[in-house]
């Protein structure tokens, strides 16, 4: 983590079924960092872990960070961690905010997409461009309704009459069709989109085909799920440095095959998303599971990341 700072857990709530917002202040009471619409954290969870949480309150606000951590089912500790071990009155350690998912200087208008609990830096931009006039709408698609952080504050907010939201437990009318949005790119006109892979897929998809400008395309995964198949086999990786070749199970992850050899290799998401832990491949045919590295990089197979991807042969040659 960069530079890091105590804060309190002002605040813990159930934001959805299986979503807790959780308000930060500084320990001392001093004004926090100021941050930026798409700006997220490193959080020290207390499994030990560090995550990346969006900020998704009004960026004019200094007395307070807030964030919202989905409980995920594959988790390795991190978000569990966070519903099941943080209260309120709690100290956690922060990073002062970064931002890679910075809004455009003055669109014309812009399109914010979010998918499930990728609403949280597209909340923040709503926030933003609401706060200084510019236009916009937003596009909330989720599993159901009790799967919908913030529901309530949206509808209460300025902009609830330029949000709409896709349920996809609801009837067919309401979903989003995401080809028919993005049908015309514009000049000056923004698409902003987070969510879990598929529904980045989706949307990125509808974007190329239609011909919108990479400049006019801004994105952040949030939360990769690893990909995993139903028959993970077990390969095997060599330190080069060394020789010593490591036996990696088929239900274990390179990092942890590593970690239990007492080799580390530095991480934080864990989830193929930041590259912390990216590692030279010298042979083998790496399995690519991650979002961190563009499809070009990912076929010259020269590296990976080593959390949530494996190997396509029966072992790899690590730079380590
Ligand atoms: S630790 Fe973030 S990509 Fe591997």
Redesign the pocket.
């Given at each position: 983590m960069n530079s890091t700072f105590d804060v309190v857990v002002r605040r813990k709530r159930q934001e959805a079924q299986d979503i807790c917002s959780f308000e930060l202040a500084d320990a001392l009471g001093r004004p926090l960092p100021a941050f930026s619409a798409g700006a997220h954290i490193d959080v020290q969870t207390p499994h030990g872990s560090v995550r990346q949480y969006s900020l998704c309150n009004d960026a004019d606000e200094s007395h307070r960070y807030l964030i919202a951590v989905l409980k995920d089912g594959n988790s390795r500790g991190g978000s569990r961690s966070m519903h099941e071990n943080v209260s309120e009155g709690d100290r956690l350690v922060i990073s002062a905010p970064r931002n890679h998912f910075p809004l455009a200087h003055a669109p014309s208008y812009s399109i914010l997409l979010a998918g499930g609990i990728g609403i949280t830096p597209i909340l923040c931009m709503a926030e933003r461009l609401a706060r200084v006039g510019e236009g916009f709408e937003l596009h909330y698609c989720t599993r159901s309704k009790d799967r919908t952080a913030f529901a309530d504050h949206i509808r209460a907010s300025t902009f609830a009459s330029q949000v709409s939201f896709h349920f996809d437990d609801g009837p067919s009318g309401q979903r989003l069709d995401v080809g028919k949005l993005l049908a015309n790119p514009a000049a000056g006109v923004h698409v902003y989109m987070c969510g879990p892979k598929g529904f980045m897929d989706a949307v990125m998809g509808a974007a190329s085909s239609t011909g919108w400008p990479e400049s006019q395309v801004h994105y952040e995964f949030f939360g990769a799920e690893p990909m995993k198949s139903d028959a993970e086999s077990g390969f095997e990786v060599q330190l080069a440095s060394s020789g010593r070749i490591v036996a990696v199970r088929a239900d274990q992850t390179v990092i942890d095959a590593l970690e239990a050899a007492g080799v580390s290799v530095a991480?934080?998401?864990?989830?193929?998303?930041?590259?912390?832990?990216?590692t030279r491949v010298l042979e083998g045919i790496p399995d690519h599971r991650?979002v961190?590295l563009s499809a070009a990089e990912q076929a010259a197979n020269d590296q990976f990341?080593?959390?949530?991807s494996r190997s396509k042969s029966a072992r790899l040659v690590l730079d380590l």
């Open positions: 991480t934080s998401c864990e989830q193929g998303v930041c590259g912390s832990c990216l991650d961190y990341l080593p959390c949530c």
